[in-house]
Nanobody, 123 residues
Framework: QVQLVESGGGLVQAGGSLRVSCAAS????????MGWFRQAPGREREFVAY????????DYADSLKGRFTISRDNAENTVYLQMNSLKPEDTAVYYC????????????????WGRGTQVTVSS
C-alpha cells in the first residue's frame, strides 16, 4: 500500500514557475514508477510525466517537453514536478500516482493516487 499526498499547488501568473511535490508513505516507494497526471474542468485526466523507479528514465507528454521536469528523491520518498513558462491552459488539478507494474502513460497502470493539488495560471 502506498499513500500519496501532493502539495505545492497555487496561483501563478502566466510565464511563471511552480514546483509541486508528492510525498509517499511506506517503504516501497523505490519499487514504483511515479507519474503525474492532470485534469482540467470538463476534461479527461491526461498524462503529464513519469519517472522510473531509479529515476533513470523519464517520459513527458509531447506538448509539455521542455517546460516540465519530473524528478524523484528515493531517500525522501518524494517525487517532484517542476513547471516553467506556465500557460493558462496548464490550469488543472495535478495528481501524482504510483505504479508497481510498469512505466506507462496510461492511468490504468497506476494503482495508487493522491487527492491532487490545484494549479491555477492566470493570464
Amino acid at each position: 500500500q502506498v499513500q500519496l499526498v501532493e502539495s505545492g499547488g497555487g496561483l501563478v501568473q502566466a510565464g511563471g514557475s511552480l514546483r509541486v511535490s508528492c510525498a509517499a508513505s511506506g517503504r516501497t516507494f523505490n519499487y514504483h514508477t511515479m507519474g503525474w497526471f492532470r485534469q482540467a474542468p470538463g476534461r479527461e485526466r491526461e498524462f503529464v510525466a513519469y519517472i522510473s523507479r531509479s529515476g533513470g528514465m523519464t517520459d513527458y507528454a509531447d506538448s509539455l517537453k521542455g517546460r516540465f521536469t519530473i524528478s524523484r528523491d528515493n531517500a525522501e520518498n518524494t517525487v517532484y514536478l517542476q513547471m516553467n513558462s506556465l500557460k493558462p491552459e496548464d490550469t488543472a488539478v495535478y495528481y501524482c500516482a504510483a505504479s508497481r507494474d510498469r512505466s506507462s502513460r496510461m492511468p490504468l497502470w497506476y494503482a495508487y493516487w493522491g487527492r491532487g493539488t490545484q494549479v491555477t495560471v492566470s493570464s
